[in-house]
């Protein structure tokens, strides 16, 4: 059974300050990894999604790495604004016992970002 | 918006109500689900939607009672429910493709902010 983990569980920084949010799954046989952010009381907004055959994965001034060896995945925010603050999500989907979907996904617990001014 | 809608975005029901939520996509994705958000509580995976057949329930109680008329659309029929199911309810879809083992990245609703008073 995947197991996701986030570190930190929160964070607060100044506005300005490159970060860095880690992730950490325990079975390695991944097809894809893929981080949200969740505004509060809001639904999830998909950032970046890596596919297992690729190491990284940026948008503007996000940028997302996966090390399938390790059980590792990292996202990486330049330049952070307070309009970042939000939970930050990552997950790995998995398949259910009968093979029928694999889209199950295992969510770690999140990093909840505070940039202020 | 994402591409995936949730109605209603809020819904206050007593314990004897029946209510529904209701999901619809038109991203072209095969599969749909159901999601469980309370307090600081990890997403909760209920219901998996595979071209419209049921491919998982995660242990759900019965006063929750999913449908999948076709692969845009996903209700989920509340009855006698409990305080303590008041939650934030998402939905998401996404491209499922199980004879070659992928998937192929989740879209989620902005979610129904469900009260059980």
């Known amino acids: 059974k995947q197991e996701v983990t986030q570190i930190p569980a929160a964070l607060s920084v100044p506005e300005g300050e490159n970060l860095v949010l880690n992730c950490s799954f325990t079975?390695?046989?991944?097809?894809?990894l893929q981080w949200f952010r969740q505004d509060p009381g809001k639904g999830l907004t998909s950032l970046l999604l890596?596919?297992?055959?690729?190491r990284e994965q940026t948008s503007g001034r996000l940028n997302a790495s996966l090390d399938k060896s390790s059980g590792r995945s990292t996202l990486y925010i330049a330049a952070s604004q307070p309009g970042d603050s939000a939970t930050y999500l990552c997950a790995a989907p998995y398949p259910n016992a009968g093979g029928t979907s694999y889209g199950k996904l295992t969510f770690g617990q999140g990093t909840i970002l505070t940039v202020h001014p | 918006e994402t591409g995936v809608t949730q109605t209603p975005r809020h819904l206050v029901m007593g314990m004897t109500n029946k209510k529904s939520l209701k999901c619809e996509q038109h991203l072209g994705h095969n599969a749909m689900y159901w999601y469980k958000q309370s307090a600081k509580k990890p997403l909760e995976l209920m219901f998996v939607y595979n071209f419209k057949e049921q491919t998982e329930n995660n242990s759900v109680p019965s006063r929750f009672s999913p449908e999948c008329p076709n692969s845009s659309h996903l209700f989920l029929h509340l009855h006698t429910l409990q305080p303590e199911d008041s939650a934030l309810y998402l939905c998401a879809s996404s491209r499922d493709d199980s004879p070659k083992k992928r998937n192929y990245g989740y879209t989620f609703g902005s979610g129904t902010r469900l009260t059980v008073v």
């Open positions: 079975d390695s046989a991944i097809y894809n």
């Open positions: 890596i596919q297992s055959s690729q």
